[in-house]
């Protein structure tokens, strides 16, 4: 059996909104950003998760376009965790077979992050047991108009199917499976075009304690689900006496 068998049917994608760093800091009357510093580490155990349960694709939302209305100095601080983070897993990640990728919109930020972001991604481009996908500035409506813009620049026709092969995760399965933690519940501007069908689980856990455990726990819950993208589950009875269903 390989690792990538081990995950229930279906399950190829799993999408995660990081919520609680901060609320997790202060409830240990700690600063904000010590909890992003310890929402790195559910990360790494989050993707070593994703490889022992054999999910190909990994999404987290780690920074929205939204975000830059924060504090200047909780900004500042979480630029410095992503160069940090950069510098000092990217290697690791390279090992353990993950492909790193990062979608949104990079002009925000400074050459020098820009720079280690292509490296790290050039450095993994040709591993193939997880991808992850970092979503930084990042914005669901954001995704949408990007692509209506190169594809209005192809001139090419206007389609759903059209206008999908322009959104940031093209190239691969939508989402199966949108974990949020935090106890929140809303989408906050995430994937909103790739979630369409995607089922959700929330979690009271704040993002730096969610772990490994969290994560099966996540995923058993999925594979309890029956997905029927608009239709209905077959109906033997019916079927078998030709009895039509309405």
Request: charged share 25%; glycine share 6%.
């Amino acid at each position: 059996m390989t690792k990538r068998e081990l995950a229930p049917a279906g399950l190829r994608h799993i999408a995660v909104v990081m919520d609680g760093n901060g609320r997790w800091a202060t409830r240990r009357l700690l600063p904000r950003t010590a909890g992003h510093k310890y929402g790195v580490d559910a990360l790494k155990s989050t993707v070593r998760g994703c490889i022992a349960q054999g999910v190909p694709y990994l999404t987290v939302f780690a920074f929205s376009s939204e975000n830059w209305n924060r504090p200047a100095d909780e900004v500042r601080a979480l630029m410095d965790l992503f160069v940090q983070a950069l510098r000092r897993e990217t290697r690791e990640l390279a090992a353990q077979g993950v492909r790193l990728r990062f979608v949104g919109d990079r002009e925000a930020f400074e050459p020098p992050m820009r720079e280690l972001m292509q490296q790290a991604q050039d450095l993994t481009a040709a591993n193939t047991t997880l991808v992850l996908n970092v979503a930084l500035n990042y914005g669901g409506r954001w995704d949408i108009v990007q692509a209506m813009r190169a594809l209005q620049a192809s001139g090419g026709p206007i389609t759903e199917q059209t206008l999908a092969q322009h959104l940031c995760l093209a190239d691969m399965p939508a989402p199966d499976l949108l974990i949020r933690t935090g106890g929140e519940r809303r989408i906050s501007n995430f994937l909103l075009w790739q979630i369409a069908y995607t089922e959700f689980y929330f979690t009271d856990a704040l993002w730096p304690d969610f772990d490994e455990k969290a994560l099966a726990l996540a995923i058993a819950d999925y594979a309890q689900r029956e997905r029927r993208f608009g239709s209905v589950p077959p109906q033997p009875e019916a079927q078998a006496t030709g009895l039509r269903v309405a």
